[in-house]
Every structure is written in structure tokens, then in C-alpha cells.
């Protein structure tokens, strides 16, 4: 199973994107300057939480230092669950919570968003089509699997993902 590769940011990209962070800046700066006083508050707001963030994970980090995606998978019945959709839920998160470049250990009990902190956006958009691509499932007609809407956890995430028909079946 091919992991997903995302392409780094080119010159051209990161040109494209400081004019479009700047622009609103520099216009804002124009109508009411002490409105900039706000970008340093947000910044700094941002900073501390990434901090309490980091360690947050990094006590958990600590507390799983001898989980592995075989534990991960041992939960399953793999006479019936696709393996492959164990893996490619368990990397896929495991990617979404990486800290310090060290591989994150995901329980199949971790609450997706309260335990790992996943944000729900990053979820739906990002995490959901990229397993569902690893694994060759579809997306469509979500409304008639029975953990529609009930993905909480990442077994769940597991369960929800082996109801989908594959690609070749819809």
C-alpha cells in the first residue's frame, strides 16, 4: 500500500503566499494601524498553545513508549477487518500527531479529537480521503454505513471504513 506524498512548497508557492498574507497587512495597517497590535497578541496566543500542545503529546508519548501498530492491530478480528484499512487508519493518524519527528503510538480506544487532538476540519478533509484512497474504498453514500456520523475513535474510524464498498464495487 503506496503512502500519500505531498509535494513541498516552491518558491513560486511561498512567493504566492506572502503576498496574499501581506496584502490584507499592509491595507489593514492602512485604515486603523492599531489593529496590528492584534498579529503579535494572536502570535503569541498561538505560541503558547503549540507549547502546552507539545507537551501534552509528549506525556503521552511517554506513557505509550512500547506500543507499536502491532498492538494497534491485535485488537482487530483480522478475519474480518481488511488489514489494510488497520494500517492505513493508524498511519494516517499516526501521521496527524507526530511529535519531534518520533512515531506516535495510536491505541484503538484514542478519541480522535479529544485524546489526539486531531482537528475536525483536518479530519473530515485531509485524514478521511487519504485513507480512503490507501485503501481503494468509496466515499459515496456515507448515510447508509451503520458508523455514519459515530466516529469517535480510532477502532471506530477502523469499523467505519471496512463497511465502505471498495472502489471497484460501488
Partial sequence: M??????PMTIKDWSVFIMVISVPIILLALVNPYLLLTIPLIWLWGYFENKQHAKYIANLLNA???DSICIF???FNCKKIDTWIIRAVYEELEKNVKFENKSFPIKPDDNIFETLKIDEEDFEFDIIEDI???TGR???KLEKNSFFGKVNTASDLVYFFNEQPKL???
Avoid at 503506496?2 to 509535494?7: A, S, V
Fill in 2 to 7: 503506496e503512502k500519500i506524498i505531498y509535494e
Fill in 64 to 66: 505509550r513508549e512500547h
Fill in 73 to 75: 492491530a491485535r485488537s
Fill in 132 to 134: 480512503a484512497t490507501r
Fill in 138 to 140: 468509496s466515499l459515496e
Fill in 168 to 170: 471497484n464495487e460501488t
